[in-house]
């Protein structure tokens, strides 16, 4: 491989901007081959299965949606292609290029990789991938001038008001066209996420085998992997075999695992470095430089409270009243205690509105009160994660009336 190592610093899509997410699921243990299947193997008697995948959105958006493929897997992926001399290879979600490296492996390619995460695209910068920092859909790359896409995007849906695809089908569609003419495509989705995606992969590749991973992780995603090879300029277009990817959706059971043993080989054919180019804003820099701008600084003064801060003795003993109104006032919030009983309290100052019905003077007037006033909440967390809230509630008093009264509201764990 060629020493090309760079990390071209234009930081595009900072890492906190999150990208879309990978789903977590169960077990998977289902699959199917396009090549070797004929359509009576899906007759209208036979079952079907469906899958479907939960999300956990949350915790995976707080990771980028960074789900790296194992390396075991990526071996077995390297087991099926042959390379006779130097191509130019392009991972859009490349993580830390781990997975990108094994596949390539001692087969002369020349790599470029796109990254959104700030530390890791530095990671794959410094094991000798040219990476860009930045988000893909701002990333413009000549068309047909890579030989090898290994593609493994995030698995969930976009964000808009309205009409949401799946990222998957949106990746391979921005992705696809950079692929050459009997270039190979290494597509690494859920399988749940195959007939959103699976048009486009029959009319723009041909040769289109599919594997299931049998990993731990992978088996958790219900991955499989899509092998293609990208058709002549005259024959794209035509989604020949579509009706049996289609299948494949609801007859995942029918998708041999991918290994070693595997017969099928796709010959990557030559070409030259392929080129990355970054036309998003740097939002990072952006971030950084409007922290330190004047309009900032003179902002901050009305959006942020100033915590409050007192340091010394007094100059005689405090009575209880006098520690009454410095911990209301949140004086005193800290560390306290020891053992179990070791918390942070926490006091803040809560706004009331009081409402009062009172009749008129005239017939059926009724006349509306209503009193602002001021009361004290504090909250308690233990380091055993047992929150405590004294606060005040609302309660019916024997008239029916409601009345204030204070109280610990709750215990509940973090």
Known sequence: MRERACLLKIPGVAG??????????????????????????????????VLEIPVSRPLARLKLGYYPLPVEEARNIRSLLISSSSYAAIDP????GTALLEITKGTGADLAAIEIDADRAAAAAQRGIATVHGSAFECKVQLESCSLLYLNPPYDTELGPHSNRRMESVFLEHCHRWVRTDGVLLFVIPVS???????????????????????????RFHQIVVFGSRKNSHARGEPRGVDDLLR???????????NPDVAERYVIPPSPPAMIHYT???????????????????????????QQKMSGRPVTPLHKGHVGLLACSGMLNGFFGQGDDRHIAHWRAVKHVDEFNEEGEELGETIIRRRE?????????FENGRILELKETKENGPAGSEEAAPEFEHSSKM
Do not use: M, W
């Open 373 to 381: 006033r001021f009361s004290h909440e504090l909250t308690l967390a």
């Open 280 to 306: 998003g804003l740097p939002l990072d820099q952006i971030e950084e430089a409007i922290d330190r701008s004047v309009a900032t600084q003179n902002a901050r003064g009305v959006l942020v409270r100033k």
């Open 248 to 258: 494949t959706g609801y007859r995942p059971s029918l998708i041999p695992p991918l």
């Open 93 to 96: 979600c490349a993580g830390d």
């Open 16 to 49: 906190r901007h999150a990208r879309a997410s990978r789903s977590d699921a169960g077990n998977f243990v289902t699959g199917f081959t396009l090549g070797s299947l004929s359509s009576s193997r899906f007759d209208s008697s036979s079952s079907t299965n």
């Open 193 to 219: 996420a195959l007939n959103s995606c699976a048009r486009l992969l029959a009319s723009q590749f041909n040769r289109i085998s599919l594997f299931r991973l049998e990993h731990a992780d992978c088996i």
